[in-house]
């Protein structure tokens, strides 16, 4: 059974940095696929990133505009892990963090930017 669990929220400061994790299990972790969402209070569910990798390479990224050049996903084939690095943090940022692939979607773990 494929399971998704993210962790490395909080509460920060505009402009402060955190870095989210989405741990896998279930799965092999050579090739893949991951993508992150984000649901602010009142809002609907919306894209952030995405990233494709194969042959345990860093692969193929892809983000949303407001976030790009400040927020990086990668992925740890040996932890089985994709990170999701959010630097330079506004209060338009928090939401509660998703990862998902195929069907499978993780618990979310909230982030909370003051100004």
């Known amino acids: 059974q494929v399971q998704l669990v993210e962790s490395g929220g909080g509460s920060v400061q505009a402009g402060d940095s955190l870095r989210l994790a989405c741990a896998v299990s279930?799965?092999?972790?050579?090739?893949?696929?991951m993508n992150w969402y984000r649901q602010a209070p009142g809002k609907e569910r919306e894209y952030v990133a995405r990233?494709?990798?194969?042959?345990?390479?860093?692969?193929?990224?892809l983000y949303r505009p407001s976030v790009k050049g400040r927020f990086t996903v990668s992925v740890d084939n040996v932890r089985n892990t994709v990170y999701l690095q959010m630097d330079d943090l506004s209060p338009d940022d928090t939401a509660v963090y998703f990862c998902?692939?195929?069907?499978?979607w993780g618990q979310g773990t909230q982030v909370t930017v003051s100004s």
């Open positions: 990233i494709m990798w194969s042959d345990g390479g860093q692969g193929y990224t």
């Open positions: 279930g799965r092999t972790f050579e090739s893949g696929d």
């Open positions: 998902n692939t195929d069907e499978y």
